[in-house]
């Protein structure tokens, strides 16, 4: 017997959108959509919540983004003056990307966007409110300052969407997203997306979701296989003549340097601009003109390595990055996810290497349980450090030293007499 085709959509054509929608995302070069959009947009479309999980890099934006596009712009009465959907992000760049993706999306529908982000002067923000907008995307502090200023109203909005809602909880947003959404009137559509969903985004989302729809598409930790994952162990004191050796092996890379903390990332942009390097460099003592002119150049290879902190993690969507580099691992497993899922953006290879020192071998051991595998070990350098590789392997015979004894605690042996 011949099996049965299966009926499940593999083109934009088959998820019901529009022309206009259809003839744009041809203009932007998608041709066929990701799992998290067929799984995603047929949900949105009909009017569902949805809680959605996917790696970074796999199009959450667009399955979001679409339907409520192709929903506002096909209305009989479309054109009015205040918003009819909210997009809330944890940061500056995430909310610009955001905005370029929604205009380029409703390019051919004429769909009217306001970006609301602290940092800069909110003058000409407020005047592109009052001329009329159909989608708001906004960071939540200055989203707060501009409601209690009467400048924007929320009472015309049907579709609150969080982008990335488990880093809105990582940067203590909870208060202002829960604030935001007691003024966001019911019923509503209510569209929580993120790359991992934690217990406290769950917990979130029960408060205000209704009957939500859950789409998963990837396990939380997953990172694309396209991704080489390498670590190099390294002393502290030899890490920055490592990463500007690598930075020289081949000038046509384009790099994102990921430190811990905006004090190193002024420090290693500092280094690698003496070295002879080009470098920009987005950290939080940057202002907002600052960090876009930083992303353009980036963008527009006027530089080629991009000094960041954890605030570009999930902030920026460039398709030719070759190499993440990890100077200093994140405290959070998590985080390394998303920085490493800033490169094999829109099906390329990528390259993710960490550099591992003494001080970061617990960093490097929970990413490791998180991945469930071991990154692969470079020693075709010549700073590879002998001494952070005892220390590594030290630590794994103490944690598997404590969970033989727990063990035999639990068992019932000598140990728990």
């Not at 009015?80 to 929604?102: C, F, K």
């Not at 109203?153 to 969080?162: A, G, P, R």
């Amino acid at each position: 017997m011949t099996p049965k085709s299966s009926t499940k959509p593999k083109t934009f054509d088959d998820l019901g959108l529009s022309e206009p929608i259809l003839r744009a995302l041809w203009d932007c070069g998608y041709r066929e959509p990701t799992p998290i959009q067929l799984a995603a947009i047929p949900l949105v479309s009909a009017h569902f919540d949805v809680l959605a999980t996917a790696q970074t890099g796999t199009g959450k934006t667009a399955a979001f983004m679409l339907p409520v596009i192709d929903d506002i712009a096909t209305r009989p009465c479309y054109a009015g003056d205040t918003p009819l959907a909210l997009v809330l992000a944890p940061t500056r760049e995430l909310a610009l990307q955001i905005d370029q993706n929604v205009q380029a999306y409703g390019k051919h529908v004429g769909i009217r966007t306001a970006v609301l982000l602290g940092g800069v002067n909110s003058g000409p923000q407020i005047d592109r409110l009052r001329k009329g907008v159909d989608v708001v995307i906004a960071t939540p502090g200055r989203l707060i300052d501009l409601m209690k200023q009467g400048a924007v109203s929320l009472e015309d909005v049907e579709f609150l969407i969080l982008d990335e809602a488990d880093r809105m909880l990582d940067l203590g947003f909870v208060h202002d997203v829960r604030w935001i959404a007691d003024h966001v009137p019911k019923p509503r559509q209510t569209l929580l997306f993120s790359a991992t969903v934690s217990a406290g985004v769950k917990s979130l989302a029960s408060t205000m979701q209704v009957n939500a729809r859950v789409v998963s598409v990837a396990p939380p930790a997953a990172v694309a296989e396209n991704i080489e994952q390498q670590v190099m162990f390294v002393a502290r004191e030899h890490k920055m003549d490592l990463l500007v050796d690598l930075l020289r092996e081949d000038k046509d890379n384009r790099t994102l340097v990921f430190t811990a903390t905006k004090v190193a990332a002024m420090m290693v942009a500092r280094q690698l601009e003496l070295r002879g390097l080009r470098v920009g460099a987005i950290h939080s003592n940057k202002s907002q003109s600052q960090r876009q002119s930083a992303l353009d150049a980036f963008v527009q290879r006027k530089v080629d390595v991009l000094v960041a902190t954890d605030i570009v993690a999930r902030g920026i969507d460039v398709e030719d990055i070759t190499h993440v580099i990890n100077f200093e691992l994140p405290e959070l497993a998590e985080n390394y996810v998303h920085r490493i899922g800033r490169t094999a953006r829109a099906g390329r290879a990528g390259v993710a290497i960490a550099l591992c020192g003494i001080e970061d071998v617990p960093q490097l051991r929970g990413i490791e349980r998180l991945l469930k595998e071991p990154l692969t070990v470079r020693d075709d350098h010549r700073w590879h450090s002998t001494d952070v590789m005892a220390c590594l392997a030290a630590s794994e015979r103490a944690a598997r030293h404590r969970a033989k004894a727990g063990t035999m605690r639990g068992s019932g042996s000598k140990w728990a007499r």
